[in-house]
């Protein structure tokens, strides 16, 4: 279990990261997002222990990453953002050196990697030279350099970055094979719909801050709390402005296209009785619906576009 | 845990990457190799032929060096911060030991290797007068100035992380170190400290320490650690013999006692390997801290 207890990063007087709190457990697939200079990138350098936290720190499975960091880097896999890999060696060499250098017995290093390889589907290319690799399969290659020592706690920065869409699905298969066979997986990006569908939790950070983690589902069910209508008056809207905003449940009323955008704080029930309501005033109403919300619209409505 | 482990960084180093590279341009290292292999025949005629004074063949061997050290050294570890591998190879199981050991290790056995390369060239020359000491201090004064070079370039590649500066300054670094030094402190002292205390007057080992004090205090050691005069200097150990037999208290019969008595060439190799050292310690301590290891 990954248990992060109040992470904080400063860079002189920027913030970089404010005390960051979550947990995560094995099989996890955490989307970690934010826009450029939220603080992801500090935050997975602080886990990957290669940057220390001014203050705060995380554990795993008990291990504390700021106390023994040796001891954590073993059960840990990053792939950074700007990665490379050693040129003028083939892929199998270049397992066979990790191997070694995470001190894999000899007799298992044949195994390991083949298995790697064929996790990544890398097998076909298993004698070919790193640098003649498509950057798609750079990228597999280096997370199978990250998963050749079976790590607990997979750490990608921008894994589908630079990506064809094609490459971007079959790494998201991977990730979740991986959630599947009980790692915890932390993903960066900026994009949101990206990380959706094959994350079970999500963490959204902005200017250093996590504004909210948890299941998908939960943050999306609480943010329709606070939901959206879309009404469109047949005529002059400013009545129905007018009398909308002596609801107590209405939070605003935005004019756009000819419909008003209703924030609405109340549920199903409230939502009806209200229509019910603007009906026996005489209000002439074409359209009442609730403005469904995908994740993109989360994402936006969460942050600000502000950036640190 | 403690059992000897092998380290990946130094096979591959000296192996795989080496192997592989002839197994891809096979015509172009063989061609480099054929080259390079003709002009060492070449100069190893020349030497034989004329029985040229060993500081010929050593003078060669130590211009090697100072050509070749540098590429050995100038990207250790700025490639890895360029390439962006460095973060990977810090979070294996290697330690700060082990990678330095596989980094410097492999940079001091290409350094040994290159020199050893000039020892058939130095049993040619002068053949029949050749003083063993002269041999030894003279190989061990070459490797040293490599092992200094490629210890503050591989310190430097780490520092500086960046592979063009660290070449740069190694370069720039020797000419002002190996050219313009010398020059100008011969240029504003005239050379005098060589007349205070000249090195024929060298007869015992008190002399020779104290010797030594003052060519520091004096900045003569801008010359006297230069590592191509100091190759001079060992030629007139050739004559040790020879003028001691005549006028056993000539000036020139006296001066090879006086270089044996400040070991020369051995001083400064000693002197060569504790900046190494140094600067080994240094990449040492910057892998501890930096890399976290
Ligand atoms: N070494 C550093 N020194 C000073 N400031 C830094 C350093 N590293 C990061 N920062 C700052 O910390 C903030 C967070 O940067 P970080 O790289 O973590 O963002 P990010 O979320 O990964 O962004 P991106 O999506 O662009 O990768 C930025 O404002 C950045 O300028
Ligand atoms: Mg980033």
Same mark, same amino acid.
């Given at each position: ?23 995560? /457990? ?60 050693? &040129? ?6 270049? !397992?066979?050196?990790? +191997? ?48 050749? /020592?079976?790590?607990?706690? !997979? ?11 094609? +490459? ?46 948890? +299941? ?34 209405? /939070? ?43 994740? &993109? ?12 | ?30 061609? *480099?190799?054929?080259?390079? *292999? ?13 029985? =040229? ?19 050995? %050294? ?11 591998? $460095? ?13 330095? $050991? ?25 053949? #029949? ?17 490599? %092992? ?12 500086? @992380? ?61 010359? #006297? ?16 013999? =020879?003028?001691?037999?005549? #006028? ?31 600067? %080994? ?6 892998? @501890? ?5």
């Amino acid at each position: 279990m990954l248990d992060v207890k109040g992470l904080r990063k400063e860079f002189g007087d920027l913030v970089a990261v404010r005390d960051l709190y979550f947990q995560l /457990h094995p099989g996890d697939v955490f989307g970690f997002i934010g826009p450029n200079g939220a603080g992801k990138t500090t935050t997975i350098k602080m886990l990957a222990t290669l940057l220390e936290p001014t203050a705060g720190t995380a554990t795993l499975n008990g291990i504390d990453i700021v106390r023994h960091p040796e001891e954590v880097r073993p059960l840990l896999g990053y792939m950074p953002d700007f990665f490379g890999l050693y &040129e003028g060696i083939t892929v199998t060499e270049y !397992l066979e050196f990790f +191997a070694a250098a995470y001190r894999i017995p000899k007799s298992q290093r044949a195994t390991v990697i083949e298995n790697v390889l064929e996790l990544t589907d890398l097998t076909v290319k298993k004698d070919a030279y790193v640098e003649t690799l498509s950057r798609g399969m750079q990228q597999r290659l280096c997370l199978a350099k990250s998963l050749i /020592h079976d790590p607990i706690l !997979l750490l990608l920065d921008e894994p589908a970055s630079g990506l064809d869409p094609r +490459a971007r699905i079959e790494i998201k298969e991977l990730i979740r094979e991986l959630g599947a066979m009980g790692k915890i997986v932390l993903v960066s990006s900026h994009i949101l719909p990206e990380l959706a569908d094959f994350c079970n939790k999500i963490g959204i950070i902005e200017k250093g801050e996590l504004l909210v983690w948890g +299941a998908v589902d939960e943050i999306v069910r609480q943010l329709q709390a606070n939901r959206v209508l879309e009404i469109k008056p047949l005529g002059d809207a400013e009545p129905l402005i007018q009398r909308l905003e002596r609801e107590p449940l209405v /939070h605003g009323v935005e004019p756009r296209n000819g419909s008003l955008y209703v924030h609405f704080a109340g549920g199903l029930e409230e939502q009806a009785d209200l229509l019910s309501a603007l009906i026996r005033d005489g209000f002439r109403i074409a359209t009442f619906r609730e403005e469904s919300l995908d994740l &993109e619209d989360v994402f936006m409505r969460i942050t600000k576009g502000e950036v640190s | 845990m403690k059992a000897k482990s092998e380290n990946p960084l130094l096979a591959y180093h000296l192996f795989v990457f080496t192997r592989n590279r002839w197994r891809r341009q096979p015509l172009l290292y063989g061609a *480099a190799a054929f080259g390079i *292999a003709l002009s060492y025949f070449f100069l190893f005629m020349l030497i034989a032929t004329y029985e =040229a004074s060993l500081v010929v063949p050593l003078t060669i061997a130590l211009l090697a060096i100072c050509f070749a050290a540098p590429l050995m %050294a100038y990207n250790l570890f700025s490639l890895e911060y360029e390439k962006h591998t $460095w973060e990977s190879l810090a979070l294996t199981r290697l330690t700060a030991r082990e990678i330095l $050991w596989g980094k410097w290790g492999v940079v001091l056995t290409r350094v040994a290797g290159l020199t050893l390369l000039f020892l058939p060239m130095l049993l040619v020359s002068e053949a #029949d007068s050749i003083s063993a000491y002269a041999v030894i201090a003279g190989l061990l004064l070459v490797f040293s100035w490599g %092992a200094l070079l490629v210890s503050f370039g591989m310190w430097l590649s780490f520092k500086l @992380k960046r592979t063009l500066s660290t070449a740069s300054a190694l370069y720039a670094g020797q000419v002002l170190v190996l050219l313009l030094t010398p020059v100008l402190y011969t240029l504003f002292t005239n050379n005098q400290a060589r007349d205070v205390m000249p090195i024929y007057l060298v007869q015992s080992h008190s002399e020779a320490v104290w010797w030594w004090i003052f060519s520091f205090l004096h900045l003569r050691f801008l010359v #006297d650690l230069n590592p191509f005069t100091t190759l001079l200097e060992l030629s007139y150990l050739r004559d040790i013999y =020879a003028f001691a037999y005549y #006028d056993p208290y000539s000036e020139r019969a006296l001066y090879p006692y006086g270089l044996l008595y400040l070991k020369w060439g051995f001083t400064q190799s000693a002197f060569y390997l504790l900046l190494a050292a140094l600067f %080994a310690g240094l990449t040492y301590r910057g892998l @501890k801290i930096a890399w976290r290891k």
